[in-house]
Nanobody
Framework: QVQLAESGGGLMQAGDSLRLSCAFS????????MAWFRQAPGKEREFVST????????FYADSVKGRFTISRDNAKNMVYLQMNNLQPEDTAVYYC?????????????????????WGQGTQVTVSS
């Protein structure tokens, strides 16, 4: 089974940068679509970003577009989320997710229900 382990969260100030990492294990990484979601207190889990298997194309939520960058290293079984110009509204638990769905792998999926494997999450807190 797939195992995902996020790391890199922390307490930041507005304008700071932070990089989250997600280590994938248990299956063939290149067969899985990877994505980041986040959940703020009292809110539903929301899509942040996803990346195609080749790493050539990525998709972002409007709220993070231009500030966050997703990447994947298929040789290291890792996916990253570089977050720049962090804002207090970025405060949330960030989750790494994986999907074996072929459509998601090729095209990217935004819906959390399309991802069957999830990490435990890493907290990102941004103060103003």
């Amino acid at each position: 089974q797939v195992q995902l382990a996020e790391s890199g969260g922390g307490l930041m100030q507005a304008g700071d940068s932070l990089r989250l990492s997600c280590a994938f294990s248990g299956r063939t990484f290149s067969r899985y679509a990877m994505a980041w979601f986040r959940q703020a207190p009292g809110k539903e889990r929301e899509f942040v970003s996803t990346i195609r298997w080749s790493g050539s194309t990525a998709f972002y939520a409007d709220s993070v577009k231009g500030r966050f960058t997703i990447s994947r290293d298929n040789a290291k079984n890792m996916v990253y989320l570089q977050m720049n110009n962090l804002q207090p509204e970025d405060t949330a638990v960030y989750y790494c997710a994986a999907s074996i769905n072929g459509y998601c792998l090729a095209n990217g999926c935004y819906q959390s229900r399309m991802y069957e494997s999830w990490g435990q999450g890493t907290q990102v807190t941004v103060s103003s």
